[in-house]
């Protein structure tokens, strides 16, 4: 049996668990934990596997970049075939390879046939995979609820991913100790067969009939770096996220020499230093909504840097076990702190319509920060020590801290950026084909001479909203002959971008146009003329 309704609207104040009234977050939110577990598993099994195979710290640290990787170098595409694709179908699809792919490493692992160079390229296909998952699994948790239950549900998804956190490696060092460091990735096959069998399960409402035919692949790619480029708020994100997450990498990257050089340890201990990473943050999404408010996300992200700074100071200088099991907490709860707020950060910062490719743009700065970091303090540890690389990216961390300050977090929030439709249908008396183009845009405007600051003030903000939505080669110009005439100027790249930018022209854009318009002292209100480069009929008549 599957469910195809779409969740009703709530009247009342939805509540922190109110998302779990209904079934098919319920179904795939329980799925989920219970994959994510194998995925811990499989991760604790591959880095406590090449301790074994190798002891350098540089080929250790490579296991987290050959996991972070692939999210660099993939997120945006698939952002963008999220955007095109049935989401459902894609999840489905990537799901059932991975679980190929977790059955072959387990047999490989068993048969003793695995080698560093393998390990690294069956991780890096790993990643890959969960590369191609991510966006869309982000941009499917609006069909499971209600509007106003969206923030319950991010904040239950990041519960469940810590709660698989504090119990996937804690189980993955038990299973090395009993069965065998095979056994953690033949289980993490099983646990993918769970989330197949919810997506199999649930059947998601339709979007409707489109009007535009869909994006091609490299256009919906360009679109998103286009709208990335252009916000503010999302570029103080991306700013953020790379000062912090190129640093903190240092504490996953080295964890497992960490385990095994600094404190002597075996797999379980290694399993429970990162069950105390998912127990901080559990802690930590619990209390994080009250933190944040009473700190807000710029001082709630510079109390989680100096808690990271202040652990990765305590695993470089206090070898004990118990302090690091203390101190994982403390990295965990400083993780969420910071993870969580800049994610909701970007959220806000994006439209429906570019949400997954957005994301996939932060997704490729943090795993991109966390792959090149990984690498550097591998290869710091490899010349000068661990507790030396830890201690260096400790002073980083807080360096940064003023550094990036300026790039101010959750500006968004304060944006209606909801679709307006308050364009008009473009007038069209010549044969315009949807793949026709590129297309001139002129808007006129009539400016009194007191009003040219404000003017320019308001039209370099309408420049970016402008380029967000798919134009380029934007201008101003004024008239030598009439200097309070000027000329606004666009192109976009075919005349179906241009009726998109008709679809996706935002609340904010609209009260960024209508400041200008108030500036205009013409007697008619601006209105847009469109050109076309003439068809090869209408050229030879």
């Not at 702190?337 to 950060?345: F, R, Y």
Request: glycine share 8%.
């Amino acid at each position: 049996m599957s469910t195809t309704t779409t969740p009703p609207e709530t009247t009342t104040a939805p509540g922190p668990w109110s998302p779990f009234r209904h079934a098919p977050f319920s179904v795939l939110w329980i799925a989920t934990v219970i994959s994510n577990v194998g995925t811990w598993m499989n991760d604790v099994g591959a880095g406590w596997l090449m301790t074994e195979l190798s002891p350098s710290p540089f080929i250790v640290a490579a296991v987290q970049a050959a996991t972070t990787l692939p999210i660099f170098l993939f997120a945006l595409l698939a952002g963008a075939i999220a955007d095109i694709v049935d989401r459902r179908r894609m999840l489905l699809v990537v799901n059932v390879m991975l679980c190929i792919l977790a059955t072959g490493v387990s047999f490989v692992v068993a048969i003793g046939a695995i080698t560093p160079a393998l390990l690294l390229v069956f991780t890096f296909l790993f990643g890959t995979g969960a590369a191609f998952m991510a966006p869309a699994w982000q941009a499917v948790v609006p069909k499971l609820v209600p509007r106003p239950e969206l923030p319950s549900a991010i904040a239950l998804n990041s519960l469940g991913v810590n709660i698989s956190r504090a119990i996937g490696p804690a189980l993955a060092g038990f299973l090395i100790v009993g069965l065998g460091i095979w056994s953690p990735f033949a289980l993490n096959a099983a646990s993918i067969l769970v989330i197949i069998a919810a997506l199999l399960w649930w059947r998601p409402p339709g979007d409707g009939e489109r009007r535009l035919p869909p994006e091609h692949v490299t256009g919906a790619i360009r679109a998103g770096l286009r709208y990335a480029i252009n916000s503010a708020p999302l570029k103080a994100t991306l700013i953020r996220a790379g000062a912090f997450f190129l640093f903190a990498s240092a504490y996953w990257a080295m964890l497992p020499l960490i385990a095994k050089d600094v404190l002597q340890g075996g797999p379980s201990l290694y399993g429970v230093l990162l069950a105390s990473v998912g127990a901080g943050a559990v802690g930590g999404a619990i209390v994080l909504p009250k933190i944040r408010k009473k700190l807000g996300p710029n001082r709630t992200v510079a109390a989680g840097t100096i808690g990271t700074a202040l652990v990765l100071v305590a695993f470089a200088l206090v070898p004990d076990q118990a302090v690091a099991a203390i101190a994982s907490a403390v990295a965990g709860f400083s993780w969420i702190a910071v993870l969580s707020s800049m994610n909701v950060s970007a959220q806000t910062a994006l439209p429906d319509w570019v949400r997954a490719r957005g994301l996939s743009v932060f997704l490729t700065v943090f795993f991109g920060s966390m792959s090149i970091g990984a690498l550097i303090w591998g290869q710091v540890a490899s010349i000068a020590g661990i507790p030396t690389a830890l201690l260096i990216a400790a002073t980083g961390i807080i360096i940064m801290i003023p550094l990036s300050c300026r790039a101010k977090l959750s500006q968004g929030e304060s944006l209606d950026l909801t679709p307006s439709g308050h364009w008009s249908a473009p007038i069209v008396n010549i044969d315009a084909p949807t793949d026709r183009g590129p297309v001139m845009l002129q808007i006129a405007y009539e400016i009194a001479a007191e009003d040219e600051a404000a003017f320019q003030a308001a039209m370099d903000r309408l420049a970016h909203a402008r380029k967000r939505n798919g134009g380029y080669g934007w201008t101003i110009l004024q008239d030598t002959e009439e200097p309070r005439r000027f000329v606004e100027t666009w192109f976009e790249a075919s005349w179906t971008d241009h009726l998109r930018h008709h679809e996706r022209v935002s609340e904010e854009d609209r009260a960024i146009q209508d400041e200008v318009h108030a500036l205009h002292r013409g007697s008619e209100t601006p209105r847009a003329r469109h050109f076309l480069q003439p068809s090869k009929k209408e050229a030879d008549t």
